[in-house]
Structures are given as structure tokens and as C-alpha cells.
């Protein structure tokens, strides 16, 4: 038995404040393999570093985790973003750490997988785990216990769990009390992975291209926990697409159903092969609002990005979903592969014809190591072997000009308040909806009170 001190370090509140989901499946994990835990959330304790210091001294670890989410904490090509500066901060952080104790440092999360080399010597930590890190740090912390020759950097792939091997979060009762009541949400994860193969998307490579479901079982326990004891009603599940083509999602919502558990929450969705049935029992288990991965805003642009459905694909979804009543959001690249001045006109207004929804568009596509955009982007000499990708670069098809891409969209989509474009206008608006109106959550199902203030 060791003492692991666990650090989550996202401090990001855009769109919403999310629990330290990575952290505490990998807490949860190490307490199953018979250690003792602490979890500190740098958000939820007032983001202080001496507070963070002194919390690691106090409870002599004999190991710490640090949990990195977000590389950057918008993904849009109009915001101004810094990695460099904060990964300055987290190395500084790791020194102190260092200072304060003997512990190995282990390094895991989205960000670090992303870029372990970069961020392994970026943060100085002595060890990291890319993708998923249940098993792996197990074994890892075995190893060195146990003083085994083992590499800097460990693939977490390959110790990925089997669907029923995924287990529940440590959802400590103070920490879901802070994200709850900030954000209106707790984080759920129903199954891992994702079999497409979008250009551009790194989930594939995080958590695995196939699906791998939870036991429905265990999902429900957690729900029902997180209700009863936690006063939890509110959930956002975080699968990368929640409505798998096989379906094995009904199964999971027929439970709900048939448990009920009368809970209300969202998710990710894709378009592709949703019908009516399919919304209407969601409906039915408590969905109140779907992120459609729409992804690019014409038939052309769609099958550049590998998408699996055309334009007709998305505006069947959005007419299922909204005649549902349900709020409905679209997230739409423009400049991504095979985009030329035609499609992008022909997507500026298709997402104007969109019925009952809100669409955020995005301009340029982030690149990110290992993806197919990203020998794309070097074949087309976007980008050359020596392009770092550490602060954010963006794809934008050779056949666009980004500066006349932009005044199209612009003008295109007007004063439209359900346009929202570019991502930079979106924070605004979202931070009008948290002042002015004290709204929680996804905010974006509340655009229609913005709407309501202008004349
Ligand atoms: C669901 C989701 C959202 C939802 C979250 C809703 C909610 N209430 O949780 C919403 C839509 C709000 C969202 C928003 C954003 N997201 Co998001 N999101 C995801 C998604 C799909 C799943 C995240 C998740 O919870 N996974 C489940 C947990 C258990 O997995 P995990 O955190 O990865 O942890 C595992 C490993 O990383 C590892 N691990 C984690 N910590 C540690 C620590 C140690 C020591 C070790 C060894 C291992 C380890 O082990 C864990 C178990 O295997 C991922 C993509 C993906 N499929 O992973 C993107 C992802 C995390 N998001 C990302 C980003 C950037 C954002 C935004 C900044 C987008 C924006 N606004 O522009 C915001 C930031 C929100 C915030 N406040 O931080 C990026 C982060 C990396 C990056 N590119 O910078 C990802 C990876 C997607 C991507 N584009 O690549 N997101
Ligand atoms: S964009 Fe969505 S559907 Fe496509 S690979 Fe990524 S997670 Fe899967």
C-alpha cells in the first residue's frame, strides 16, 4: 500500500466547470489496487499553489499524480492561446513539488497524451502515462516499488481495460458539491472509444477505435449514488459519441427507464443513423439537450473530414431532435479538407436553413500529432516536419483564404443570435448568460433569453 496524492490541475470554466472525471477514475483505481488516495482539485481549492504545496507536505506521498486535461482551453483559432506560458507555471509547480518531497512525479491526461515527449520535459516529471491510466499506473507504481527497470513514457493503450474492466470515479462529496453547484452537471462516462475515423479527431487515439462499453449495472449504481446520497439530478454523459450505431445504448437507457431514476441529462451525438425511436426513448430516459458533431456544414466539406453522413444526414437529425422539443446544438468547422468558395457559401447558408437549433462555427481545423489531417496538412505542405504543434496550429484547405473565409461567415450569418461565430463572440455571450441571468450548464439552451433582451 503507497500513499498517491493526485492533482488535477484544469482550471478552465468554459463552457462550464467539469469534475476531475480523469483523476478520480484513476483514484478510484488505485484505492481498488489496496492504496490510500488524496485527490486535490486546483480549481475547487481556490487555485493557489502555497496551498498546494503545503497540502503535499502535509500528507507525505510516496507518489504523486498529476492529471492535465485541456493542452489548450479553447479550441478556436480566435482566441489567443499561451501553452508555453502555462506549462511554465506546471513545471514551476513540479520543481515545488519536488522540493517537498522524494515522490515520483507520474503525469497522465488528454494534454500530456497528446504530447507526451513535449510535456514530459516541458513539466520535468520523472514518469507519464499516455491514453488510459488505470492499469497502468498500477503497474507502474509496482515497478517502482519494487525498484524494476521501467520507461520514462508508458502507453496506457496497452493496458487498455476490457468494457466490463471499466470502473466507477471516486466522486468525493466535496468536490461533486463545487462542480455541481457551479456548473449544474456531474460527468458520467458510459463507454470508452469511438471506430470512426474523422480526419481531424484525436478520441480514436485517447481512448481506443473501438467501443467498449461499462456494465449497465454499474453505470446505474453510479447514477443512483450520485443522486441519492449527492443530491445529484443533472448529468452530462461523457462517451465521445454517445449514440453508438449497434445501439447498446438503448439498452442502457431502457434501464434508466425501467429504474427510474428521473434524471435529466446531455450528451455527444452523431447524426449518423439516428431516427425518431432513437430520440424518443432518449427522451424518455431524461435527455434534454444534444451536441450534434456535425462537424462541417456541406456534403463536400463532411466527406473531406470522413464524416459517415451528408448534409441531408444532419438536417434529419436536426428536425428529429428539435420537433422533439429538445434543445439542439451544431458544431461546425468551415476551412477543413476539400472546402472551396462554393461549399463554404453553400454551408453558411445551409446552417442559417437549420430549424430550432444553435450553431457555434469554428474556422480552421486545430491540428493535433498522429491524426489523418495531419499528413494531410504535411502533403499539402500546410505544415513542414519541423511545424511544432504545442501552441495551436490550424488547417485550413489551400484553395481558402482565411481572411475572406471570415467575412463570409461574418456576413453571412449577420446579427443571428443561434449563428455564433467566431468562438471568441461565443464566450462572450456565454458569459452575459452567467452574469445577467444566472444561468448554469451548457448555457447555449439558454440563448433564447439573450434573444429576448434585444428590441
Ligand atoms: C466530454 C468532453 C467534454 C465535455 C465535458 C462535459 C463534462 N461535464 O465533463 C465538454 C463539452 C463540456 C467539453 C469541453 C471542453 N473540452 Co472536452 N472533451 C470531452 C471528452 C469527449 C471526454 C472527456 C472525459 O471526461 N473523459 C473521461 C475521462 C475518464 O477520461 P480522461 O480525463 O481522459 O482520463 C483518462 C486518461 O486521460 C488518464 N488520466 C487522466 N488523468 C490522469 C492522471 C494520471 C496521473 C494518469 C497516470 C492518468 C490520467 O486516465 C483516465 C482514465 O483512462 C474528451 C475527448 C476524449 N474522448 O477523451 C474531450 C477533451 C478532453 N476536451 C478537450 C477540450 C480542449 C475541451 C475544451 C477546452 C473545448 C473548448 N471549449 O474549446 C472545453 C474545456 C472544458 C473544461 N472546463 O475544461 C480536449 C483536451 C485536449 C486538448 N486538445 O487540449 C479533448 C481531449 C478533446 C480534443 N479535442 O482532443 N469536453
Ligand atoms: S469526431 Fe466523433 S465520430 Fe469522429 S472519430 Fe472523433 S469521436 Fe469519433
Not at 513540479?94 to 488528454?110: F, H, M
Not at 425511436?277 to 451536441?291: T, Y
Request: charge should be negative.
Amino acid at each position: 500500500m503507497s500513499r498517491i496524492f493526485l492533482i488535477s490541475l484544469n482550471t478552465c470554466n468554459h463552457p462550464f466547470e467539469v469534475y476531475p472525471l480523469g483523476m478520480a477514475v484513476v483514484g478510484a483505481a488505485l484505492e481498488d489496487d489496496g492504496h490510500q488516495v488524496r485527490m486535490y482539485d486546483y480549481l475547487a481549492a481556490g487555485q493557489n499553489d502555497g496551498d498546494l504545496i503545503h497540502a503535499v507536505e502535509e500528507y507525505r506521498p510516496e507518489f504523486v499524480g498529476l492529471s492535465i486535461r485541456n493542452l489548450d482551453d479553447n479550441i478556436d483559432s480566435s482566441f489567443e492561446i499561451d501553452n508555453a506560458k502555462k506549462f511554465k507555471w506546471i513545471s514551476g509547480l513540479v520543481e515545488q513539488i519536488k522540493n517537498s518531497t522524494k515522490a515520483p512525479v507520474i503525469i497522465g491526461g488528454p494534454a500530456f497524451s497528446l504530447m507526451p515527449e513535449t510535456i514530459l520535459d516541458l513539466t520535468g516529471a520523472d514518469y507519464g502515462i499516455t491514453a488510459e491510466g488505470e492499469k497502468a499506473i498500477c503497474r507502474l507504481i509496482t515497478d517502482l516499488q519494487e525498484n524494476r527497470k521501467t520507461d520514462r513514457i508508458i502507453s496506457g493503450s496497452d493496458f487498455f481495460l476490457p468494457g466490463s474492466g471499466i470502473k466507477g470515479a471516486l466522486y468525493e462529496e466535496s468536490l461533486v458539491r463545487y462542480y455541481y453547484d457551479v456548473s449544474d452537471f456531474i460527468n458520467i462516462q458510459t463507454k470508452r472509444g469511438c471506430p470512426f475515423q474523422c480526419v481531424y479527431c484525436t478520441y480514436p487515439s485517447l481512448e481506443g477505435d473501438r467501443f467498449r462499453y461499462r456494465e449497465n449495472q454499474e453505470v446505474i449504481d453510479e447514477i443512483r449514488r450520485l443522486k441519492t446520497e449527492l443530491g445529484c439530478n443533472s448529468f452530462f454523459f461523457t462517451d465521445s459519441v454517445f449514440n453508438d450505431p449497434a445501439g447498446r445504448y438503448r439498452e442502457l437507457l431502457e434501464d434508466i427507464i425501467l429504474e427510474d431514476l428521473d434524471i435529466k441529462w446531455a450528451a455527444y451525438f452523431t447524426p449518423y443513423r439516428l431516427e425518431k425511436a432513437d430520440i424518443d426513448l432518449c427522451k424518455r430516459a431524461g435527455l434534454f439537450a444534444v451536441e450534434l458533431g456535425t462537424d462541417a456544414s456541406n456534403t463536400t466539406a463532411l466527406a473531406g473530414m470522413n464524416k459517415m453522413f451528408d448534409w441531408d444526414g444532419v438536417v434529419k437529425a436536426n428536425n428529429i431532435i428539435t420537433k422533439a422539443g429538445l434543445a439542439c446544438a451544431h458544431f461546425v468547422i468551415f476551412g477543413g479538407p476539400d472546402e472551396t468558395y462554393e461549399t463554404l457559401a453553400e454551408g453558411i447558408e445551409n446552417c442559417r436553413q437549420l430549424e430550432k437549433c444553435v450553431v457555434f462555427g469554428y474556422a480552421g481545423i486545430r491540428l493535433y500529432p498522429g491524426t489523418l489531417l495531419m499528413e494531410r496538412a504535411l502533403s499539402e505542405g500546410v505544415i513542414d516536419g519541423n511545424t511544432s504543434l504545442f501552441e495551436p496550429v490550424y488547417y485550413y484547405c489551400p484553395a481558402i483564404d482565411k481572411q475572406r473565409m471570415h467575412e463570409m461567415i461574418c456576413s453571412g450569418w449577420g446579427k443571428d443570435r443561434r449563428l455564433i461565430y467566431p468562438q471568441a463572440k461565443g464566450e462572450m455571450i456565454s458569459q452575459a448568460l452567467k452574469q445577467m441571468f444566472n444561468v448554469k450548464g451548457l448555457l447555449w439552451d439558454n440563448m433564447h433569453l439573450l434573444q429576448r433582451t434585444t428590441p
